[in-house]
């Protein structure tokens, strides 16, 4: 008796010949590796911004299909200035996180310096330059001692800033008078904020900006030839030079349609480029990279650790400080309440958000500006949206945890790869 032929034939491998081969699959497979890993020699060390700007991306579109007015040229040059605050002490948190510590006093330091500013500025009447480089040094010192307390007691600094930040909050209630808020209206410091740049100045920057980059990273080329490194002429120089340049005329184009480039925003983005330069290609930057990566290599190499560490802090108390008395200027005074709030929480999302390892020893001053933000996004499009505070702090809380979450994933399997 004969079988009855089947609907679907059998090819020679015993597969149906309507459906696709596993060796066709692996092929598939093998060539979107190929791609993936070409993608991956051409960008380098910027692969890990990948999915940072991607996820940026899907916000925008939501947001703009929702409200129709999130990537306006307004929007956005409102949503990189409030994202000025919270990036100033993300970038500080950069130099703490990468040496595998953490400053919880960050945003009660803004708070705390921005009061010291506010009372020599107005009350004691003295200038604009003595308070701000004092403000400043006081936030610095602050950091210093913490890092120093955590060398000499040996004591977790989580807890050490967690104290700090409470005393510091008393400072401020001490220092604001009676009618809780000292106001800076009339004052110079409200420049940092109302004075933009605009018009030929604005091109002038461009053009210095790109004309610099460029010569930095041909500098880079030759170097690494020197060496014989890395010798890819798109991989170092055309690649990132047309990044920048892509990314500076828009730029350009969202302060010109919306009034100007504020002097603090500019300034900020001063901060992050010399800070990318610093733990780039300087010896204490590289040092901040080994401290972090294992302390006790770093010790016996003859790295001065406990020195690294309260310098990291040192820098972490300035940007906070500065952070601060640009968060003054925005609302026109000092209260009581100025470096409460989310501040603290946000600054530590857009750090890691944007990159930065809780583990110490990766991660990237860009890091300040992109996880800065993103944070700003979330709270800008859900404004907009006309979402609660609840929900902002529960989104951002969210990404927080995805971000640490992911990030302890890379972490483990780079510790798996490590041991292989």
Excluded at 31 to 42: C, E, H, I, N, Q
Excluded at 75 to 96: K, P, R, W, Y
Excluded at 141 to 154: D, E, P, R, T
Excluded at 197 to 218: E, K, N, Q
Aim: charged residues 10%; hydrophobic residues 55%.
């Amino acid at each position: 008796m004969t079988q009855s032929t089947t609907a679907t034939a059998l090819n020679a491998d015993g597969h149906t010949s309507g459906a696709p081969s596993p060796g066709t699959d692996a092929g598939i497979v093998g060539t979107l590796r190929a791609l993936a890993a070409r993608a991956g020699s051409v960008l380098g060390e910027n692969t890990r911004l990948v999915p940072i700007l991607a996820g940026w991306v899907i916000l925008a579109v939501i947001f703009q299909a929702d409200t129709g007015y999130f990537l306006t040229t307004r929007n956005l040059s409102d949503l990189i200035v409030q994202s000025t605050v919270t990036g100033l002490i993300a970038l500080g948190l950069v130099f703490v996180l990468l040496i595998g510590e953490i400053d919880l006093s960050v945003a009660a330091n803004s708070g705390f310096s921005a009061t010291v500013m506010g009372s020599i500025l107005v009350v004691h009447q003295m200038n604009l330059a003595v308070a701000m480089i004092a403000a400043i040094g006081v936030g610095a010192i602050i950091g210093a001692i913490q890092g120093a307390w955590c060398n000499l007691f040996g004591i977790p600094s989580f807890v050490v800033t967690l104290g700090v930040s409470l005393v510091l909050n008393a400072g401020a209630l001490a220092l604001v008078p009676n009618q809780g808020q000292i106001s800076l209206l009339g004052t110079s410091v409200l420049g940092l904020t109302d004075n933009d740049l605009t018009g030929a100045t604005l091109y002038a920057i461009l053009v210095v900006s790109i004309a610099a980059y460029l010569a930095f990273r041909l500098w880079l080329l030759a170097s690494s030839r020197r060496e014989k490194l890395e010798t890819s002429l798109v991989k170092i120089v055309v690649l990132p030079v047309a990044t920048f340049t892509v990314l500076g005329i828009l730029l350009l184009i969202i302060f010109q349609r919306s009034g100007g480039l504020p002097i603090a925003v500019g300034i900020f983005f001063a901060l992050v480029a010399l800070a990318s330069l610093m733990l780039r290609y300087s010896r204490i930057g590289i040092a901040m990279y080994a401290v972090g990566g294992n302390k006790a290599a770093a010790r016996r190499s003859g790295i001065k650790v406990d020195r690294v560490r309260v310098l990291a802090f040192a820098l972490a108390g300035a940007l906070a400080s500065f952070g601060g008395i640009v968060s003054a200027a925005r609302i026109l005074g000092v209260t009581t309440t100025l470096g409460g709030g989310s501040l603290l929480l946000d600054s530590i999302a857009a750090a890691v958000i944007g990159g930065m390892s809780l583990f110490g020893g990766h991660g990237r001053a860009a890091a300040a500006i992109l996880g800065a933000i993103i944070v700003e996004t979330v709270a800008n499009g859900l404004n907009l949206m006309n979402a609660g505070p609840a929900v902002v702090y529960a989104a951002t809380g969210g990404l927080l945890v995805l971000a640490v979450s992911i990030d302890g994933l890379v972490g483990r399997r780079n510790q798996k790869g490590a041991r292989r």
